[in-house]
């Protein structure tokens, strides 16, 4: 069984930062593509960031500049590290990751969630 966990979230004051992680585990045959997502109470998820497993990535607009993505394919580990922080990306975040187990059949995994706060 393959699993996702997520470590890094927290209270932080705007302007501050934060790194959040992303441990995948299990019999893994590769990793397609990575992502952070986030949920706001009472809205769906949504996207945040992504990388694929050649390194490219896309950022939702109103992070751009200010959170930046990596991975490590040989560890099955992603980051987010999140700088310039805002109210407003106050959430609770989400890892995701499209798992290869057996080729070519992929699956959608995701993380149990850490709790952003950012304060004034």
């Known amino acids: 069984q393959v699993q996702l966990v997520e470590s890094g979230g927290g209270l932080v004051q705007a302007g501050g930062s934060l790194r959040l992680s992303c441990a995948a585990s299990g019999i893994i045959f590769s990793i397609n593509n990575m992502g952070w997502y986030r949920q706001f109470p009472g809205t769906r998820r949504e996207l945040v960031a992504t990388?694929?497993?050649?390194?490219?990535?896309s950022y939702a607009d109103s992070v751009k500049g200010r959170f930046t993505i990596s991975r490590d394919n040989a560890k099955n580990t992603m980051t987010l590290q999140m700088n310039s922080l805002k109210r407003e990306d106050t959430a609770v975040y989400y890892c995701?990751?499209?798992?290869?187990?057996?080729?070519?059949?992929?699956?959608?995994?995701w993380g149990q969630g850490t709790q952003v706060t950012v304060s004034s």
């Open positions: 995701y990751a499209e798992v290869i187990l057996y080729p070519p059949d992929a699956f959608d995994y």
């Open positions: 990388i694929t497993n050649g390194g490219s990535t």
